[in-house]
Structures are given as C-alpha cells and as structure tokens.
C-alpha cells in the first residue's frame, strides 16, 4: 500500500512550495489516476516518489508497504518496487537499449535477491516483452531512446516497466504523443501488469486513456493539494466542467 | 647577445646521461653525428617551459624533475605470460606482435614469423645500414625547435620499422607493444617508422604498457613517423596506459598522407601522470581523408596534454578530430588543435571537437582550438565543451534501479565509447573501452 501523508514539497535550490500537503492512499491492486491543470504539481509528485533529488520534503511522509521510503535513493526505491515512467523519457547517447535494459534488470534483480539472467535469458524475456508493445528489438540495438519519435519513447518506459516488475507504477502522462493504436497497445501493457500484488498510479490529462485503464479512483490535483476524489465517472465530469471550480483560494 | 639559461637538474641529467651512454648507443657514424647534433641542439633548447606559446599549459623544464637513467630491458627475466599480463585487453585481439622491454627489442616475447606483406625490422638492428638510417632519420625534418624530439633522437635505444607493402592487405593488426618493467624506473626513447605502400591496408597499434611490479616513475620518450602511401588505408592507435605513480609519457606523431589515403589515428591515455602527446599531421596528395580521435584520461593531478597541428597542404581533403577527456580528483587535460588550410588547399573539409568531462570541480581541462585558414573556398569548424556528469540522466539510471557507481561508469564509457568508436575495428575497439573499464574501476 502506498501512502502519502501530508506531503509538502518544494524546490530543493529555490523556496518555492509546490506540494502543499497531500494525502493519498492507494491499496495493493488498485488503480488511482490523478488529473488536474497544468503546473499543478503532478509530475513534482511522481518525481518525489521516485527520488529525484531537485526537490526537497519540508514535511510530510512517503510510505511505501509501510515503511517510509524518503530516505532512500532511487535506485533502491527501484529494487523496493517503484517504477516511475517518466513524461518526458531522457535520450542517453552512446549507450545502447539493451546493455541498458540489462543493467538495470539485473541490478534490480540482484537486489530483490533473484539470480541474474544470463544474456540468452534476458534476450528471450526482451524479446517476448517488446513483441508485446510492438516494439522492434532491432530498435534496442540503437542509444536508449536517442532518435525515438514522442511515442516510442512512451512505449520503451512501458517496457522497460515490464522488465523490472515493479509493484508501484507511476505513470505520467504516458498516454500524451501516442497514436490511437498505440495507446491501446500500452493501455493492454499497462492493464497486463495489473496484479493484487500491485499499486499504479496514473497521471493523465485525458479521460480517454481510463476507457482503457480503468480506474478505481481518479483524484485532482491543483494547487498543491489533492482538491477531489471520486470514482471513474470524476474524468468525465472534469471533461465537461474543467478545473474553473479549483480556483486558487480553494488551496 | 646571448643570455646563459640556468640549467634544471633534469636537464643537465639528460646531457650527462648522453655523454656516459653515446659509445654503448646503436648506430653508423652517421647515426651518431645525428646524435650528437641532437643532443646539442637540446643542450640549447633545454626542456620546453611555458613561456614557449605551444607550451603554456605544459612547462616540462618545471615538471620534469630529474632525468631516470636509460636501463635497457634486454636482458630482464621476462615470460611471454608476462607479456599476456601487461598488455591486458589487447591479448584478446588476434595480432602480429613486436615486444620491446623498456625500449629494447625482445624477439624472445614476439610472435614468431611473419605476416604476408609486412616487414618489420628492429631500429637497432638497421642503425648501421646507411640506407635504413636515411628512411629512420627523414621524417622529422622542419623540427628542429622540437626539444623532445632532440632528446629522442640523440638516445633512441630500440623501435620498429616496418613496412607494409604496396597493395598488401594484412589480415592482423600489427602491436608494437612496449612494456616499462623492473623494479628500477627508467627512461626509454623509443623510435617506430610506419611505411604504408601504396593502395595496402593495415592497422597498427603502439602500446606503451606496463608490468606489474615496475618501478612506481618511468620515463618514456617516443617518436613516430608514418607514411601514408596513396590510396592506402592505415589504422593507427595508441595506447598509453600505466599505472605507476610518477610516469611521464612524451609522443610525437608525424604523418605524412598520401593522395585518396585513410588514415585513423586514435591515442588513448591513462594511468599517465604527465603526458604529451603531439601530433602533426600534413596532407601531400588531394582527396585524403585523416580521422584522428582519443580519449584521455586523468585523476590525482595528472596532467595530459593533446597538441595536435593538421596542415591542409593540398586541396580536396577532408579532416576530423574528435578527443574526449575525463578528468577526476585534481587532474588537468589540455587540448591544442591547429587547422592550418594552405592557399592552394582548397575544397578542403575540416572539422575539430574536444570535450571534457569533470568528474570532480578541482579538475580543469584547457582548450585551444586554432583555424589558420588562407583559402576562401573551405569548410571548417571547431568546437569545445566542458561538463559534468548529467544530473539528469544520473537521475534516469537509478530510478531504473542502476546504482550510482554503475550508472557513472555507464555514462563515461559512453560518453567516451562515441570517440572509440571511430576507430572502427570491433577488436581494437573492446581492447579500449578494456583498458578504460580497467581505469574505471580503480
Ligand atoms: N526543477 C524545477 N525547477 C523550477 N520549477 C519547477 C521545477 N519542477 C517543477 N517546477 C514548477 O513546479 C510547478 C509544478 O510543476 P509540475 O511539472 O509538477 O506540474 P504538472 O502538474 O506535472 O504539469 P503538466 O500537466 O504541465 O505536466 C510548475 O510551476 C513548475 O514550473
Ligand atoms: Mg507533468
């Protein structure tokens, strides 16, 4: 489970808030989305999950099966389970996708105590996972997502997700650039990892994408805080009304 | 009117050394004269310092302390696993190879027999033919303000000659490998000439290595020259890779290229602690292609120093030069790339970049990027950079679970990998990015 408390945050270098006390929780199996404006604060919040060290916690806590995960770099969040597909993947020239995605499977492995796959092992399980996304191997061979159009790049963090196996997915925005094909092949990726075992948390702007991930919460995020929350039918009802009732004195 | 320069203790060494050792040196009557004139032009010279503009950056008279004594390894007890030992990456690479032993020829320690279409002779065996003498000696004319070369020619022990004859594709790279070992350090001079015939094609590597257990300071001194026939195609790397404590490594490279040529030329440094690698390279037939690149390497407070002149003598050829740096603890890396485009070369291509990147903020990296362009009709370009490791995708590798060690060594190599690559040759390029994992992980 994870859980969010009273979470404020702001930019490590500057005094800015942008997080100014969230609460949320999310149980094992299910599946949240957040919405809300522009510059709300969702990918802050994604970003905080994962540890990305440009912002800084002035209160509040990260519990992740009920530890808190704060004090944690990144990477052993990874091997503790979460997944962060960004939303705006970064371009690493000169190293190639697969020695990439091999390190960072076997790293992970590694640390959960698994044994490491062999390169025969891990060609196989690239093979079967990118054949599923549509993605052609012979583009892994290429420096991780250098050259990529907008929606490859989405499609090659949804494989990179469903090679390390986490149990907290955090996914920003991952509908945004991808062709109406292609969507739902990520959404039958996304929906494929849906497990009891599993929490996901997914940041959209379109109620589209939750006709084919469906939500069991959608919550808005404005101005720093978590400002609603309801079921599914809450994205359908911000596509009609906007986010106008979330003025700022409402934060 | 001239002003008496007080001499360094290292530079009065390396005149004395001369005096003691010229009677035991290889070489005709011809040779030695050439010697002796060596020695007494760098007698006048004395090691470069920084108010010598070339030199600014890299002022050898306050570096360089003392002057090791030559101790030729020709008799040290030494096994061809030592050998596979000292050379590290590059046994995994099917080659022709020349060993030498702190600047002695050791046929001992070499591939036996011979590679169809080469011929490699040592230095010291030809000195005495006037005519190998000539061929040895011709290739550095228009240096005589070069110190280093003064002292290179004036104590060259040993090196290579070979020739690569004309239409001869050599189906193995040639490795001239030279290995600093013993418990004593020492000074070697070292001389190769790489004659590549017309329309032959070869790769030719020069290491300079060393055993483990040598002596922490070394001194090495070497010279090449090399010949780039028409329409040949002539890889050529080096590689500087030690790990002592207090080595310094001095290289010059003369190419001369011939019309329709290819030559690459790459230089790795590391494990070096003060190193000068100066590169001339001059273009003497059209439609020529040079690609010169390196990766230099540094931590603690070595100090590695690129100096590089490419001179378009000729219209219609094309040059590029990509040299990477990475430079921890208080390291320092230096760049210097001149483009000279003569009057008469035009059509000419030419394109220079250097980069560094800072792994710690004690490190510094200077470059001098210099175009001397007197055609109209050219296309040149020059660049430089400087960075850190990116935060971000810092960042990106361990949100996917990549520990901050990995991912560092991830980046590097490939941020170093881009400048490997141009060597183009799958083998040579792992024995590389070999000898950089290897510095990497200490
Ligand atoms: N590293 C940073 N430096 C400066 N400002 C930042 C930084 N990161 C975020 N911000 C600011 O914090 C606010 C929230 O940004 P964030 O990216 O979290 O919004 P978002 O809800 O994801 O927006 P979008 O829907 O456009 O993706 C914005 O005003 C943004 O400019
Ligand atoms: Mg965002």
Redesign the pocket.
Known sequence: MLEIKNLHVK?A??D?P?LKGIDLVVPKGELHAIM????????????VLAGRD??EVTDGDILWNGESILEMEPDERAAAGVFLAF?YPMEIPGVAGLTFLRTATNAVRRKRGHEELTTPEFMKLVKQKAGELNIDVEMLKRPVNVGFSGGEKKRSEILQMALLEPTLCVL??TDSGLDIDALKVVSEGVNALRSPERAMLV?T?YQRLLNYIVPDKVHV?AHGKIQRSGGKELALELEQSGYGEFGEKAA | MTVAVMKTKAEQSFAEGFNEMRATLPGSAAVREAREGAARRFEELGLPHRRIEEWKYTDLRSAVKEALPARSGDKLAMTIADVIVAIGPLAQIDAHRIVFVNGAHRPDLSTPGSLAGLEVESLASTLEDAQATEFALSGFAGQDSNAVLALNTAYMSDGAIVRVHAEAELEKPLLLVNIRAGAQPCFAAVRNVLEVGAKASARIVEAFVSLPGAAGDGQINTATQINVGDEARLTHVKIAADDGSGVTHLANWFARLGKACEYRGFQLTQGVNLARNQIQVAFDGEDAKLDLSGVFLGRGTDHVDTTLVVDHAVPSCESRELFKGVLDGHSRGIFQGKIIVQAVAQKTDGKQMSQALLLSPDAEFDSKPELEIFADDVVCGHGATCAELDKDLMFYCQSRGIPTDVARVLLIESFIGEAVALVEDEAINEALMGFARDWLSK
């Not at chain 1, 809300?36 to 970003?47: E, I, R, V």
Request: charged share 30%; hydrophobic share 25%.
């Open positions: 930019i270098e500057e800015k942008i809300g404006p522009n510059g709300s604060g969702k990918s802050t919040l994604a970003y440009d912002y939303q920003d925005e940041i702007h995020l």
